[in-house]
């Protein structure tokens, strides 16, 4: 069983940035994967790719997000970060996430709310 605990939403206004974290526990290291990703979920909409870590080191962001939104990791404690900039309204919705393929078990999510 793989625990995905996502954090760091809020509040914020339009134009500006937040930092996501995404940590994962567990069996980990029994899962083939191939990177990382994020995932969101706006009100009344299904879940919808974001962006893309790669473990070859490949970065990939969904033509809405790309030139605002930068996906990384850090190794040192085992974070998954998404840097959101330039935050407009459409943004809003529950992020996600998740290793790559997906794993079934989603975590709670993180809201980011876009509003002035």
């Known amino acids: 069983q793989v625990q995905l605990v996502e954090s760091g939403g809020g509040l914020v206004q339009p134009g500006g940035s937040l930092k996501l974290s995404c940590t994962a526990s567990?069996?980990?290291?029994?899962?083939?994967?191939?990177?990382w990703a994020w995932y969101r979920r706006p009100p009344g909409k299904p879940r919808e790719w974001v962006a893309s870590?790669?473990?070859?080191?490949?970065?990939n962001y969904a033509p809405s997000v790309k030139g605002r939104f930068a996906v990384s990791r850090d190794h040192r404690n085992n974070t998954l970060y998404l840097q959101m900039n330039s935050l407009e309204p459409e943004d809003t919705a529950v992020y996600y996430c998740?290793?790559?393929?997906?794993?079934?078990?989603w975590g709670q999510g993180t809201q980011v709310t876009v509003s002035s």
């Open positions: 567990g069996s980990i290291g029994s899962v083939n994967t191939v990177g």
């Open positions: 870590q790669m473990h070859d080191g490949h970065r």
């Open positions: 998740n290793v790559i393929p997906s794993l079934p078990n």
